[in-house]
Nanobody, 119 residues
Framework: QVQLVESGGGLVQAGGSLRLSCAAS????????MAWFRQAPGKEREFVAR????????LYADFVKGRFIISRDNAKNTAYLQMNSLKPEDTAVYYC????????????WGQGTQVTVSS
C-alpha cells in the first residue's frame, strides 16, 4: 500500500523560503513520477512540479520556474520541494502525488500541508 506523507508547511513572510518533504513508502518508485500540486481557497488544484524518480528529470509550472526546486533522495525515499522567493499568491495546501510512467492520472496522494505566505 502506497503512502505519501507531506511535511514542512507553515507560515512565512513574503520573500522567504520553505522546504516541503514527501515521505513515500509501500513500493519502489523507480518507475514513477513524483509531483507537487497545490490548491488555494476557492480555486482548482494546480500542478506545481514533477520529478522522474529514476532519472531526476524535472518539469515545472511557469509560475514557479526559477523559484521552486523539486528533488528526491533515493536513500530516504523522499521527495522535496524547495520554495524560495515566496509570494502571497503561493498560499495554498500543497499535495504530494505519484503516478507510474506512461499513465495519465496520479494514483496516489498525500494528505496535504498548508503553506501560508504573509505580505
Amino acid at each position: 500500500q502506497v503512502q505519501l506523507v507531506e511535511s514542512g508547511g507553515g507560515l512565512v513572510q513574503a520573500g522567504g523560503s520553505l522546504r516541503l518533504s514527501c515521505a513515500a513508502s509501500g513500493r519502489t518508485f523507480s518507475s514513477y513520477f513524483m509531483a507537487w500540486f497545490r490548491q488555494a481557497p476557492g480555486k482548482e488544484r494546480e500542478f506545481v512540479a514533477r520529478i522522474r524518480w529514476s532519472t531526476g528529470s524535472t518539469l515545472y509550472a511557469d509560475f514557479v520556474k526559477g523559484r521552486f526546486i523539486i528533488s528526491r533522495d533515493n536513500a530516504k525515499n523522499t521527495a522535496y520541494l524547495q520554495m524560495n522567493s515566496l509570494k502571497p499568491e503561493d498560499t495554498a495546501v500543497y499535495y504530494c502525488a505519484a503516478k507510474q510512467l506512461f499513465t495519465s492520472e496520479y494514483s496516489y496522494w498525500g494528505q496535504g500541508t498548508q503553506v501560508t505566505v504573509s505580505s
